[in-house]
């Protein structure tokens, strides 16, 4: 079927094809013909021009004309191009057009091959929108991935050798008992840890997730003791398990949030999506690593046996050590207390608000327990009852009024085995008060610290907290700092937007959350 459209120019409405002269009495007319949809090898949508009277005479352009149109997709720029009998969409570089079925012989270079080489495998691995920091965060998930999957593999290894050893007689319906005995305990174990730090995973996302690498780095040593006590398999296999179980829940809680600072584009699905693909070609290839290595030394029992053994510091530290660099990365732009002192610190020194990329640097990834024993910490939350109180929080709560939505005050605690006697500071936060409160409760108490840290008021303090000069100075210090957040917040605020930080929520753990209510007797 052939459907005929005629087109006569007028004077009102004169359209020119750019090759066409007005002189030239055959392109009066001319008519367009499209016919059925054929599908060719080249796939080209074809529009062919026939002129009235018969085909084009002999004509073709000398040049094709070039169309306004130019297509950008996976690293190469084509433009459309009219060649007098179809649309062509040709391949455009500095040295001109190239495209199919222009003529141009082939040529073999090296150099393309190489880059259309590494731009499929960056399209693979790498979503297309994403921060500049996550190819960086993608070298060494690589690094970790690897070696973490061989260390599996060596692992699983030595338990299926430690299940033979120790119940040869009876393996099939030990090893299956065993087994479900430990996976059951796991995976209770792991909703007990899920439960219990599901504040954690959002407020000290990095370092929960780095000591909980450390603890499925061990409970792959735990596996390898199997085969050396195979008639504690249970327990050794069991304990080993729940560690890997409460790692396992650590990862999928934190992944998310890590995703998300890399998507800046709003294409978390995509970022989940490459890390999985990621995944699972880097685990391949520690299992490939696993497996050349048992080949190598299939011949030599021995050695393969004590293999394990060697290889296992080598490989844990490796793997440690790129979680680590990897975590180094990822620039988290939620704002959480640790944070955000960093920030409000910056903000009183220097009048400078750090960016994420920045924070990161400064932010801690060590054990849970190494946290907060700088002196003079502060803390959010409400004052202890059966802790020590001073006079001066005892003062500061009594002169708190209906109209604030926050207090500080001084609190007194005991750190470490030797149960050292320390002072910190205290921010109580009101029930109903805002992020902004939030922000400005912890500038002052910042403000309060650094002023009573560049004095020698805090010893002072801790030799007597009664003395009326005492109280006279700590609340000319609560004025002085009230006067500084008036003066303060605003620029800090709009400098907090400008850096890219979310402003919209603070995240607090459980401890933390705690609030006060006013009562006016």
Avoid at 31 to 42: A, D, I, V
Avoid at 64 to 92: A, C, E, M, N, T
Avoid at 364 to 377: A, H, T, V
Avoid at 442 to 457: D, E, F, G, T
Wanted: a positive charge; charged letters at 20%.
């Amino acid at each position: 079927m052939q459907s005929t459209i005629y087109y006569k120019p007028s004077t009102s409405h004169n359209f020119q094809l750019p090759w066409k002269s007005t002189k030239n009495p055959a392109f009066k007319t001319f008519r367009l013909s499209s016919k059925t949809l054929t599908l060719t090898n080249s796939l080209r949508p074809q529009i062919t021009f026939e002129l009235e009277g018969g085909a084009n005479d002999g004509f073709q352009p000398s040049n094709p004309v070039k169309l306004p149109v130019v297509i950008q997709r996976h690293g190469k720029v084509s433009r459309y191009f009219w060649d007098g009998s179809r649309v062509r969409l040709l391949r455009v570089d500095g040295d001109g057009v190239d495209g199919g079925g222009s003529g141009v012989p082939f040529c073999f270079d090296l150099d393309k091959v190489v880059e259309a080489s590494s731009l499929a495998i960056r399209n693979f691995f790498i979503p297309k929108q994403v921060s500049e920091n996550y190819i960086g965060y993608v070298k060494w998930k690589f690094l970790h991935r690897v070696f973490s999957s061989a260390l599996q593999v060596l692992a699983t290894q030595a338990m299926f050798r430690a299940i033979g050893i120790g119940y040869s007689r009876s393996l099939t319906s030990a090893a299956a008992l065993n087994w479900v005995l430990k996976d059951g305990l796991g995976r209770l174990s792991r909703c007990i840890y899920t439960a219990s730090l599901a504040s954690a995973f959002d407020t000290n996302l990095k370092r929960v997730r780095f000591t909980t690498s450390m603890l499925f780095t061990f409970s792959i040593g735990v596996e390898l003791l199997t085969p050396v006590f195979p008639h504690h398999f249970l327990l050794l296999a069991s304990l080993a398990n729940v560690a890997k179980q409460m790692s396992l829940a650590c990862y999928m809680a934190t992944s998310p949030p890590i995703h998300r600072s890399f998507a800046i584009a709003d294409n978390l699905a995509e970022v989940s999506a490459k890390s999985q693909i990621q995944s699972v070609c880097f685990d391949n290839l520690g299992l490939m690593l696993a497996a050349v290595l048992n080949m190598l030394l299939k011949n030599n029992q021995r050695l393969q046996t004590g293999l394990p053994f060697i290889l296992y510091p080598i490989f844990s530290a490796i793997d440690l050590f790129g979680i680590y660099q990897g975590l180094k990365h990822v620039h988290l732009q939620t704002l959480t207390k640790d944070r955000l002192e960093i920030i409000i610190g910056s903000w009183i020194s220097s009048g400078y608000v750090p960016s994420p990329e920045e924070v990161s640097k400064d932010e801690e990834i060590n054990f849970m327990w190494s946290k907060g024993k700088e002196p003079l910490r502060i803390r959010i939350g409400c004052l202890n009852p059966k802790a020590q109180l001073s006079k001066l929080s005892v003062m500061t709560m009594q002169s708190v009024s209906n109209e604030d939505h926050y207090f500080i005050c001084t609190e007194i605690f005991y750190q470490g085995l030797a149960k050292t006697r320390e002072q910190g500071i205290l921010l109580c936060i009101r029930e109903g008060a805002r992020t902004a409160d939030v922000i400005m409760g912890l500038l002052q108490a910042c403000y309060v610290c650094k002023a009573l840290r560049s004095s020698m008021w805090e010893s002072t303090t801790k030799a007597s907290d009664s003395s009326d000069l005492i109280l006279k100075e700590w609340f000319k210090l609560l004025d002085d700092s009230k006067r500084y957040v008036q003066q303060q917040f605003g620029p800090l605020n709009e400098q907090m937007m400008v850096r890219g930080w979310a402003l919209k929520n603070i995240l607090l753990n459980t401890k933390e959350q705690t609030r006060y209510s006013y009562m006016d007797d």
